[in-house]
């Protein structure tokens, strides 16, 4: 089944049989029921987008609240699913500029009530936050060859999963990487593409490094 939505679509996040989606260019959460396909009648305006602001959503199913990236205003808004109501919860520019200047919010993911947030700009980086507190749980460290930094989400075994751009063997291959938090790589996936005639053909190789056994706490 597919759904019919105007605008561009950059994030889609679902709770209680409900899908909720944001779109480039609107300062509204649209909402569609999962069983008929259809919209409902109530929107979530958020009157602080602006422009192309809203670039993800993800929501938490212990505190029932959204979360959405916000690149204009680069910050983090949260929104309650029951009342509607929304905050600014963590704003990039006050949280960072004395750590890492030009971190810059793109992309959401969360583990529990553990919230990760993807920042592609150069240098790239991965930060995990503490959903009841905004607290800064840690800085996930990045090998150096890794120029583009493009989603990143935590596993149930205290490592974390990134897709990116730049490997050892070549800084222009596209390749899936889980890395401990202290920039040890346990192993990658490398994402080719090869033109065969008309058609894109992928391949994926797995590589397993020699000390991917070595855990830092």
């Known amino acids: 089944m597919w759904y019919v939505v105007v605008h561009v679509v950059s994030g889609v996040a679902c709770l209680d049989n409900i899908m909720y989606v944001v779109c480039a260019m609107s300062s509204t959460i649209q909402l569609y ?6 919209p409902l009648d109530v929107v979530i305006k958020v009157d602080g987008f602006i422009g192309l602001c809203p670039l993800d959503i993800v929501v938490c199913r212990h505190d029932r609240q959204l979360y959405v990236a916000d ?73 150096g060859y890794m120029k583009e930094l493009h989603h990143g989400v935590e596993t149930t075994h205290s490592t974390f999963i990134v897709a990116h751009k730049g490997t050892v063997q070549d800084k222009e291959q596209y390749a899936v990487s889980e890395l401990f938090r202290l920039c040890c790589l346990v192993k990658y996936c490398v994402i080719s593409q090869q033109i065969i005639g008309n058609t894109v053909g992928k391949a994926c190789c797995m590589f397993t490094p020699q000390y991917n056994k070595i855990r830092i706490p």
């Open 71 to 143: 690149w204009c205003n680069n910050c983090i808004w949260r929104v309650s699913v029951d009342d509607k109501s929304y905050v600014k919860w963590l704003s990039m520019a006050q949280s960072l500029t004395d750590i890492l200047p030009g971190f810059t919010v793109t992309s959401l993911s969360l583990m529990s009530r553990r919230l990760i947030v993807t920042s592609s700009l150069l240098p790239p980086s991965l930060r995990q936050y503490d959903t009841t507190d905004t607290q800064l749980l840690c800085v996930v460290s990045l090998p």
């Open 33 to 38: 029921n999962m069983d008929t396909y259809s």
